[in-house]
């Protein structure tokens, strides 16, 4: 009787479901199904054991902060009150003042988020300029003035183009004006903003009261897949086990996901994620995290959907299929426990919350 709580039991631990690495000492931490940066889900949180701590400092540093940071659902987070602990502007997401009239001049102009806060930072010093073949406003930051070459098809010729120059401040905009000077790109004195702009921008951040209108381009590269892949894979672990997902079935994705490997075949579309009561127009105006996993087509697919945002479809396994009792959806609200569905069919509590 004694035998089941020897070392021998212990050493059965699975290895981990991504790198398969054995070494007991390697399992002290969890490994979070959503990111702990996209909030907790009370005593029913989801964590799996069966990741090991090389993977699980792996993916929070390459995958789960480019999720957090530099995606759409990211960003929404911070509408939803969730913050990042630092303020360290995006790289991969280009966001942009839409044109309006308290936006003025500024419009175009290159922006980012702060993560404490959630709010805009204060443009950096840049170069904006017009480029007439696709008819959008190009912004330039000091070190991507070397890489502007401006001729007269693209930008019109020397009379007719539209520049400018914002800057954060009258020492930022003095700076600027030489380093384009250095860099050979012509400007003339008169298309300096005025430090009224300045001022105003300077104001914006901290007063609370304007909400400006940003465009946001981003793109979901392979590093996005692999995050996204990642909490599917994840969901797929907490529910269906580590024994299955060490089948080497699973290898395409665990590889796609931990070592950059061959792609996933995957697609974005703006379809509902719950069947039923939700339509195109129709969504559920609570902010939650909706996840699931199915067999599609003769494959195994994992869709989700954070926001009411895209609805993200990967194949995780082609020609495989799971026990059709083991496909699974689920609904995850910050601060509350998760709610499960059967796969595209809602859980009983959204069927009451439907907005009339
Ligand atoms: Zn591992």
């Not at 942009?96 to 500024?106: C, K, N, Q, T, Y």
């Not at 994705?253 to 950059?260: K, T, V």
Request: proline share 6%; net charge neutral.
């Amino acid at each position: 009787m004694a035998k089941l709580f020897t070392k021998e039991y212990h050493r059965s631990m699975p290895p981990c479901i991504y790198c398969k690495t054995e070494d007991p000492e390697k399992f002290k931490g969890v490994e979070h199904v959503i990111p702990r940066s996209f909030g907790t889900f009370g005593a029913k949180t989801p964590t799996l054991k069966c990741v090991c701590d090389d993977c699980n400092v792996f993916f929070m540093k390459e995958l789960d902060q480019v999720l957090a940071r530099e995606t759409l659902e990211g960003v929404t987070r911070y509408k939803k009150g969730i913050y990042s602990r630092e303020a360290r502007p995006q790289t991969k997401l280009k966001f942009s003042l839409a044109e309006s009239p308290e936006v003025g001049d500024f419009h175009g102009a290159a922006v980012a988020v702060d993560g404490t806060t959630g709010k805009l930072m204060a443009p950096p010093a840049q170069y904006k300029i017009l480029n007439k073949q696709t008819g959008k406003h190009e912004t330039y930051r000091e070190n991507q003035l070397k890489d502007l070459k401006i001729t007269d098809e693209v930008y019109g010729k020397p009379g007719e183009r539209e520049t400018g120059i914002i800057a954060p401040s009258h020492d930022a905009l003095d700076a600027f004006i030489k380093k384009l000077h250095e860099a050979g790109i012509p400007y003339k004195e008169k298309e300096r903003y005025q430090p009224p702009f300045v001022k105003a921008m300077e104001g914006m951040p901290d007063d609370g009261v304007s909400t400006l209108e940003v465009t946001i381009d981003g793109k979901i590269d392979d590093t996005v897949k692999r995050a996204l892949v990642k909490v599917l894979f994840n969901f797929a672990a907490y529910n269906l086990g580590a024994v299955e997902m060490l089948k080497s079935e699973w290898d395409m994705a665990r590889n796609f996901i931990r070592f950059a490997g061959e792609t996933l075949k995957g697609r974005v579309t703006q379809k509902p994620f719950w069947d039923g009561q939700e339509t195109e127009k129709i969504r559920f105006l609570d902010d939650s995290y909706n996840l699931r996993i199915e067999n599609q087509n003769g494959n195994v697919v994992g869709v989700l959907q954070f926001y009411n945002l895209f609805t993200y479809e990967f194949i995780l396994l082609e020609s495989y299929q799971i026990p059709p009792e083991q496909e699974v959806a689920y609904r995850f609200t910050p601060g509350q426990e998760p709610f499960i569905g059967r796969k595209m069919t809602m859980p009983q509590y959204l069927k009451m919350q439907r907005p009339e």
